[in-house]
Every structure is written in C-alpha cells, then in structure tokens.
C-alpha cells in the first residue's frame, strides 16, 4: 500500500499574515512547517502542490512538486497523484498534529474519503484511495464540506470525519497557535522577530 500526504499550498493563503510580517514569507514559512510535519511521518511519501512560484526550496531533495493553478479543483489535482491513497493537507495548519493525518488513513478502512474539519467552516485535510471516487468533489475551503461531499456521496458511510483542526486564514487566527505544541519552528520564528 502506498501513501503520499501532500501539502496544498494557494497564494491566497498568504492573506492571514500578521501585521509586520511579509505576506510571502508567511505563506513560505507556513507551508514548510506543514511540510515538515508530512515529511516526519511514517509509511508516507510527502508531496508538494503549490501554485505559488519557487516554493520547491522549502522541500527535502527527492520530493515531487506538483505545480497547479491557483483555482485548480482538487478533484483535477488528485488525479494527478499516484499512489493508493492520499492525504491533502491544507498548507495554513503550520501546527497541525501528524496524529490527525494518521487518523485520516486510518478511517479510509471503513469510508471513501476521510475530512478533518476545520474550526469556523472548511476542511484542513482530506484523504481517499486513488483514483478518487467519481462522484466527490471536494474543497477544502467549502464550508460545509462533510454535508457537501455526504450529499454528493451514494451513502451517507462513504464519507468519514476525524477531529477537527484550525487553519490560519485570517491574521486574528495566528493567536490559535499554540506554543506548547511542538513543530511550526519556521512560522514561530518569523511572528517572533515582527
């Protein structure tokens, strides 16, 4: 069984950047800390699917970078993973604990696509076996995303949840992140200095 966790990166993330802080080193300090917790985890193979330019410098050598339109629809990005399974993590979770990317594999055993909720609408990731079911279309900012895809879904048991998670998509959000938590080293360092 092969497994790829990919990190999600679109421009537009870059808005919830602090007050003092550059809106592009935000967004590139976010996605590397998502990406390292991804590259941390076991049995998976991390990915990168970014449609902001230069980003493969925050990725460990060896690691695909897929290269997206900014508007590009998940489902259209999915198919272009290969593996049996995958996990899509939303870049702007820099504090986002692997359990939860454990979790979503882990419901697959009993659902098509799994969804972590975000707080305040929206999904901070999703996983499903490759190809992905024809019938979902998924989008991580859908704010009601579990009762989209359930009612795209032939069954409401084709679609699990795990707990949920934040996102920072706002700057008032980056107060969520939590010191005690390890990891976000990047993003922890860049609000420090502001």
């Known amino acids: 069984m092969t497994r790829i966790a990919a990190v999600l990166v679109r421009q537009r ?35 990168l699917i970014t449609s902001v330019p230069e980003l493969e410098e925050i990725v460990w050598p060896g690691t695909e970078v897929i290269t997206i339109k900014d508007d590009e629809p998940l489902k259209i990005i999915l198919k272009r993973l290969k593996a049996d399974q995958a996990a899509v993590i939303s870049a702007d979770a820099p504090d986002l604990p692997p359990l939860l990317v454990g979790k979503l594999f882990r419901e697959l055993g009993r ?14 990731a999703m996983a499903c076996a490759l190809p992905p079911p024809t019938w979902a279309d998924p989008d991580l900012d859908d704010e009601g995303i579990v009762t989209t895809l359930r009612a795209q879904a032939p069954g409401p048991r084709r679609v699990a949840t795990t707990p949920g998670w934040h996102r920072l998509r706002t700057s008032e959000d980056v107060e969520r992140l939590d010191p005690g938590l390890e990891g976000w080293e990047s993003t922890r360092a860049l609000i420090r200095a502001r």
């Open 13 to 47: 993330m870059a808005q919830a950047a602090p007050p003092g802080v550059d809106p592009a080193q935000f967004l590139e300090a976010v996605a590397e800390d998502t990406y390292e917790m991804v590259a941390g985890l076991e049995l998976v193979t991390p990915v």
């Open 111 to 124: 659902a098509e696509i799994t969804v972590c909720p975000a707080e305040n609408g929206g999904a901070v």
